[in-house]
Nanobody, 123 residues
Framework: QVRLVESGGGLVQAGGSLRLSCTAS????????MGWYRQHPGKQREPVAG???????NYSDSVKGRFTISRDNAKNTVYLQMDSLKPEDTAVYYC?????????????????WGQGTQVTVSS
């Protein structure tokens, strides 16, 4: 069974740093695009950062210059390095990935979500 497992969330003071990890477990042929989203209480999930299979990255304006997304294809893992954290970064962070699986010998792309990890930034 393929799934995404996140780790690295927690409580940090404003100005501090955290690194989130998201690892895909199961039989996976390869990754396509991967990304991180977050959801504030009572609000819709919003994109934070994304990275393509070729390594091209994009960020929301609210985190640009403070967060860095990266990937390690050998480890089936995507990371989100979060620096200069602010109280408004407090949210549940979700990993998202387009995974390529072999189905009856043919590659097929599927969209997966992690279970979410809480990030809390105190002022």
């Amino acid at each position: 069974q393929v799934r995404l497992v996140e780790s690295g969330g927690g409580l940090v003071q404003a100005g501090g740093s955290l690194r989130l990890s998201c690892t895909a477990s199961g039989t996976i042929r390869s990754f396509d695009s991967m990304g991180w989203y977050r959801q504030h209480p009572g609000k819709q999930r919003e994109p934070v950062a994304g990275i393509t299979s070729g390594g091209r990255t994009n960020y929301s304006d609210s985190v640009k210059g403070r967060f860095t997304i990266s990937r390690d294809n050998a480890k089936n893992t995507v990371y989100l390095q979060m620096d200069s954290l602010k109280p408004e970064d407090t949210a549940v962070y979700y990993c998202n990935a387009d995974l390529i699986l072999l189905v009856l010998g043919y590659p097929r792309k599927y969209d997966y979500w992690g279970q979410g990890t809480q990030v809390t930034v105190s002022s």
